[in-house]
Structures are given as C-alpha cells and as structure tokens.
C-alpha cells in the first residue's frame, strides 16, 4: 500500500518561499511521474507541476519560473521550492503519483498553503 506525505505548507508573506515535501511509503513502480497539483477554494483541483522519473519537468504557466519541481528516486520523494509567492497561490497542495504502467493512482492528505499579508 502507497502512502504519499506531504509537509512544508504554512503561512507565508507576498512574495516569500516555501518547500513543500511528499514522501513516499512503499513502492511506486517505475517509471513513474510524480507531482503536485493545488486546489483552492471554490476551484477545480489543478496541475502547478510534475516531474518523470527521468527527471523531466512541467510546470503549469501560473507558476514557470516560480517553482522547481526535484525528485529523489531513491527515496521516492519529490519536493515544491517555490518563491516569489503570490496571494492566488493560496491553495491545498495534493502529492501525486502515478505508474506509467498501470491503473495505480496516488495521493496524499494535502497541505495548507496560505500567502497573506
């Protein structure tokens, strides 16, 4: 059984930075993407960036060059830097992953996110 953990969300200022971590239980089969997606209040669940095995990247235009999305393999983790932080950014953040190969779908519990002042 996977388990996703997510830490790192709290509260931060307009224009700081945070790193969000999701930490993997058990084994995800390989290949597999990982990533992270946002849901705020009111607004459908949405993609802000993943990242494939192999190492490469997408990231939703909302927050290019904004976010890094990095992933350690050996320890089936996958981490969110990101700065320059704005209040729309305000949102529960969900751990994903998924199989390349099979049906499996991941998630975790989510973390708060909240950009005020």
């Known amino acids: 059984q996977v388990q996703l953990v997510e830490s790192g969300g709290g509260l931060v200022q307009p224009g700081g930075s945070l790193r969000l971590s999701c930490a993997a239980s058990?084994?995800?089969?390989?290949?597999?993407?990982m990533g992270w997606y946002r849901q705020a209040p009111g607004k459908e669940r949405e993609l802000v960036a993943v990242?494939?095995?192999?190492?490469?990247?997408n990231y939703a235009d909302s927050v290019k060059g904004r976010c890094t999305i990095s992933r350690d393999n050996v320890k089936n983790t996958v981490f969110l830097e990101m700065n320059s932080l704005k209040t729309d950014d305000t949102a529960v953040y969900y751990c994903?992953?998924?199989?390349?190969?099979?049906?499996?779908?991941?998630w975790g519990q989510g973390t708060q996110v909240t950009v005020s002042s």
């Open positions: 994903h992953a998924a199989p390349y190969y099979s049906g499996a779908r991941y």
């Open positions: 058990g084994s995800i089969s390989s290949p597999n993407i």
């Open positions: 990242i494939t095995t192999g190492g490469h990247a």
